[in-house]
């Protein structure tokens, strides 16, 4: 409702005046990916999207994954949002990234003098990432069952841990640094052919169980899920990185639900 947003913005405003602060405003959209553009569009019409220029009130929005369903479409959700914030507002962010145990895993890569020396293709023999759940899809079938394992977990959680584990030393502790790293890895990923794909990836379903001596349904009869769904919930990947650290170094990465127990583990196996 454009309305609303008008009314957000009188509140904010009024707020600003009566505690004699700033009315800078931080956008956080924990909504469905498919209200990501029609929120922004309405920020915009509404005079919300302040740019922070010549000390006026600025604002930020954060967009959580998934950002798009493909390259095509999240080109196209970025076109749409910086038509209303310019890019230095703009924060595409992973929630994964703010667990203490992932952001610990560069103090382990780089102020560990006994790790780097052995962290190659030299004396590793492969990587093992895993990210297990428990649980099913519960309540969020209607939105698993249009994006899968794959786009759920494996291209954003799990290849932000692959960059982790792999990028070479930052320049600096900044963002832009540490992110310029970790785009290398990613540009460095061994394209997975047709071919390769056979014997490299498995996709799976789960299917009806007990657990803790309750049964539980199969995926496909989970609420939101369609009937003859191929979505997967079980993911797993052989990848290699073509750079001179890992070359020949195979990761395996592996997701899914309805697994034996709840567990995220980076298993790094030496020669």
């Given at each position: 409702n454009p309305a609303d947003f008008h009314?957000?913005?009188?509140?904010?405003?009024?707020?600003?005046?009566?505690?004699?602060?700033?009315?800078?405003?931080?956008?956080?959209?924990?909504?469905?990916?498919?209200?990501?553009?029609?929120?922004?569009?309405?920020?915009?019409?509404?005079?919300?999207?302040m740019k922070g220029s010549a000390g006026a009130p600025w604002s930020r929005i954060i967009v959580e994954k998934p950002f798009g369903s493909d390259l095509q479409s999240a080109l196209a959700l970025n076109e749409q949002i910086t038509t209303a914030?310019?890019?230095?507002?703009?924060?595409?962010?992973?929630?994964?990234?703010?667990?203490?145990?992932?952001?610990?895993i560069m103090v382990l890569r780089f102020a560990n003098s006994i790790f780097e020396p052995v962290w190659n293709n030299k004396y590793v023999d492969h990587v093992q990432i895993s990210a297990s759940e428990a649980l099913g899809v519960g309540r969020r079938g209607g939105y698993y069952d249009q994006t899968g394992a794959i786009r759920d977990m494996l291209q954003n959680h799990m290849m932000h841990l692959l960059a982790l584990v792999a990028m070479e030393p930052p320049a600096s502790l900044a963002a832009d640094a540490i992110r310029n790293e970790k785009v290398q890895v990613l540009r460095?990923?061994?394209?997975?052919?047709?071919?390769?794909?056979?014997?490299?990836?498995?996709?799976?379903?789960?299917?009806?169980?007990?657990?803790?001596?309750?049964?539980?349904?199969?995926?496909r009869r989970e609420p939101g899920v369609a009937a003859e769904s191929v979505t997967e919930t079980f993911a797993a990947l052989k990848v290699h990185i073509d750079n001179w650290r890992w070359a020949g170094v195979p990761f395996y990465l592996r997701t899914g639900k309805r697994l034996a127990e709840r567990r995220t583990e980076i298993s790094v196996h030496f020669k």
């Amino acid at each position: 409702n454009p309305a609303d947003f008008h009314t957000l913005r009188k509140r904010i405003e009024d707020l600003s005046v009566r505690k004699n602060v700033p009315a800078n405003c931080l956008y956080y959209l924990a909504t469905p990916p498919s209200l990501f553009v029609p929120v922004v569009d309405q920020l915009r019409h509404a005079g919300l999207t302040m740019k922070g220029s010549a000390g006026a009130p600025w604002s930020r929005i954060i967009v959580e994954k998934p950002f798009g369903s493909d390259l095509q479409s999240a080109l196209a959700l970025n076109e749409q949002i910086t038509t209303a914030f310019d890019e230095d507002q703009i924060f595409r962010i992973d929630h994964y990234l703010g667990k203490e145990t992932v952001q610990n895993i560069m103090v382990l890569r780089f102020a560990n003098s006994i790790f780097e020396p052995v962290w190659n293709n030299k004396y590793v023999d492969h990587v093992q990432i895993s990210a297990s759940e428990a649980l099913g899809v519960g309540r969020r079938g209607g939105y698993y069952d249009q994006t899968g394992a794959i786009r759920d977990m494996l291209q954003n959680h799990m290849m932000h841990l692959l960059a982790l584990v792999a990028m070479e030393p930052p320049a600096s502790l900044a963002a832009d640094a540490i992110r310029n790293e970790k785009v290398q890895v990613l540009r460095s990923l061994r394209p997975i052919s047709p071919l390769c794909a056979a014997k490299d990836v498995v996709r799976g379903q789960y299917v009806e169980g007990v657990v803790d001596g309750h049964e539980v349904p199969p995926y496909r009869r989970e609420p939101g899920v369609a009937a003859e769904s191929v979505t997967e919930t079980f993911a797993a990947l052989k990848v290699h990185i073509d750079n001179w650290r890992w070359a020949g170094v195979p990761f395996y990465l592996r997701t899914g639900k309805r697994l034996a127990e709840r567990r995220t583990e980076i298993s790094v196996h030496f020669k």
